[in-house]
């Protein structure tokens, strides 16, 4: 029996009173170390709310003693003192009763997790085992939720790396601007890694260029396969020395265009925004 099997066991045979004692002693600790990260209170309450929620939607069921962990919450929803029955229906209601259309709330558990230290990652997932076991029992369903907890899925450590390499295999990609609020879209296929960050250049006569001095928000779209890479963030312009040489060495016969006509280069890198590579069939992998 592997030590993961083995603290189920031990939790599921905790007896009601200890079983209370350390849920809450946990919850004040997760809370706590949540409020620490978030700049307002309100945010790590719902946090905190959304794990116990999912640790009890992990498989579709709320049972009795589930019920009453969470009827303080269900109450505070209907505003009355609710009995088993109407707390189901509510459960029912936030789609709880279907894992699948409460994965949002997971990846979003998984994003959390994989941003803060080890020590409330282990307090994060224990709390939502304790909310799997409190009912005598963790199913085969809960274990694998929380498996997934344990090892969120990652592309690779650096999210930049992870972009390039998409970048790389699609070869070309599009920039989507806008112009009084209609958007604009043009094929690029330059770009740069350096220190950690990717760098793309355009010709500062260009309209695009005029587009993101004015409305620097914008998107990055490519294509590998069945897998589109999402990136948006704010456009930011660097002067680095270090770029045209890179650039002519990739493309020697633009740079010599761009010297002989007296045009320049305008190097933007992305900063802020998010990214994600979403496959057709639905699935939604957050890089950042």
């Known amino acids: 029996m592997s030590d993961f099997d083995s603290l189920c066991k031990k939790l599921e045979g905790l007896d009601p009173e200890t079983f209370t004692k350390i849920f809450n002693e946990k919850s004040v600790d997760v809370l706590s170390k949540l409020v620490e990260l978030s700049t307002d209170g309100r945010d790590a309450l719902t946090a905190y709310i959304e794990f116990i929620l999912a640790a009890a939607a992990a498989d579709g069921v709320m049972s009795k003693q589930e019920f009453a962990l969470l009827k303080p919450f269900f109450d505070r929803m209907a505003d009355k003192d609710l009995t088993y029955e109407e707390g189901v229906e509510i459960f029912k209601s936030l789609g709880l009763d279907q894992p699948e259309a409460y994965k949002k709330v997971i990846d979003n558990m998984v994003d959390i997790i994989g941003l803060v230290d080890d020590d409330l990652k282990e307090d ?55 112009v009084n609020g209609q958007p604009k879209m043009r094929m690029l296929g330059l770009k740069v890694r350096l220190e950690g960050r990717i760098f793309f250049a355009v010709g500062t006569f260009k309209d695009v260029y005029k587009q993101l001095q004015e409305n620097p928000k914008c998107e990055i779209l490519a294509s590998v396969g069945t897998d589109f890479l999402r990136w948006d963030g704010t456009a930011a312009f660097v002067e680095d020395p270090r770029l045209l040489p890179i650039v002519d060495n990739l493309m020697p016969d633009i740079v010599a265009l761009y010297k002989e006509r007296g045009w320049q280069f305008g190097f933007f890198t992305l900063r802020g925004g998010s990214a994600e590579i979403v496959s057709v069939d639905g699935t939604h992998r957050r890089i950042y």
């Open 124 to 178: 994060i997932v224990f709390l939502c085992l304790l909310v799997c076991a409190i009912d005598g029992e963790v199913s085969q369903k809960e274990k694998d939720w929380i498996k997934q907890l344990l090892e969120p899925p990652r592309l690779v450590s650096d999210p930049i790396k992870i972009i390039d390499k998409f970048l790389s295999e699609a070869k070309v990609f599009t920039l989507a601007t806008s």
